[in-house]
């Protein structure tokens, strides 16, 4: 098993990072750590409370609290009309949290996690702002080299979208989803997140999953009815449970945000699982190399303003999401698979 933590800020679409973490077969996770962003800090903390007392882990994964700002400047949370009012808006169904936070914050508790597995073998995943990593890198900065790899949902390069799904500037298909090139989890730490990206230890070792790639693995109707009732077509397998029915209400109102919003009717996209879906493909130097510098060249103000430089990307031929019991990662044209910097 490939040992994960995750750093998130759920979130409807951390849910599913959560969600997959904990029951993939080939992932041990050893545990979570909550960061302000799709909300505060104190509602996203208290949504993974509630998530994975959901899914049943409440006594086998611990929550840790991280940081409420970025590393230096205030926090940005994100508008209510993509999340809601709590971070995780559109259904009834979120149960009670049946366990406390831990008591070790999220650094601490990351760096001893960290250090207890061999080098070279956990994998830290972020699927909201890169505060908590950036914080623990400057804190353990002998964890760059100790760890696997580092998968971020994060970014947007421009040169992996087919076609326009967040409009068009200038006459070319518009890049950031909260400002015209900015994606939510760069813009609201980049200065984490140029750090860690610039850093020698771990940026070799860093997978980013940008919108070029998250908007083409869409949540559709479709996705949504065989996650409601299963694999079975015929509707009578295993049927409606209150599981089933909370996490397609999550996605239907992150559908409806995406919507009204951004006009996508096909969506919602499923940013954040594939952060986590990207370890079971390994690091960058486990796949084969490529050159990135045409994509790179469409979008020049982004790698300049946070300093990334994209170099590499892969294949993402495994990283499918299968909760839904259908793989709804799509194939996407030579050249755009994903992004490896
Ligand atoms: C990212 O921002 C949040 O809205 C999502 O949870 C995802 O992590 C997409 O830009
Ligand atoms: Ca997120």
Redesign the pocket.
Known sequence: QIPVWLD???????AFAILLTAYHPRIKLLGISTVF??ASLKNTTYNARSLITAIGKEKEISIHVGLDKALERPALH?PTD??GESGLDGTELLPKPLSEVSPVPAVEAMAAALKAQPAGTAWIVA??AVTNVGALIRKHPELASHVKGFSV??G?IGGGFTDAPLGVIDGKPRIG??TPYA???ILVDPEAASELFSNKELAPKTTLIP?DL?HQVLATAEVRQTLLYGKDEEQTGPGKTKLRTMLVELLYFFAKGYADKFDITEGP?L??PL?AAAVLVGTPDEIPFYDWDAAKSTAPEHHERFEVTVVTEGTFEEAQVKETGRTIAKELPAGSEGIRI
């Open positions: 998130c800020d759920p979130g409807h679409d951390d962003g799709n994100a993509i999340h699927t909201g949902m994060g947007a989803n909260w994606e939510f989890n919108l998250t996209p940013h954040d952060a």
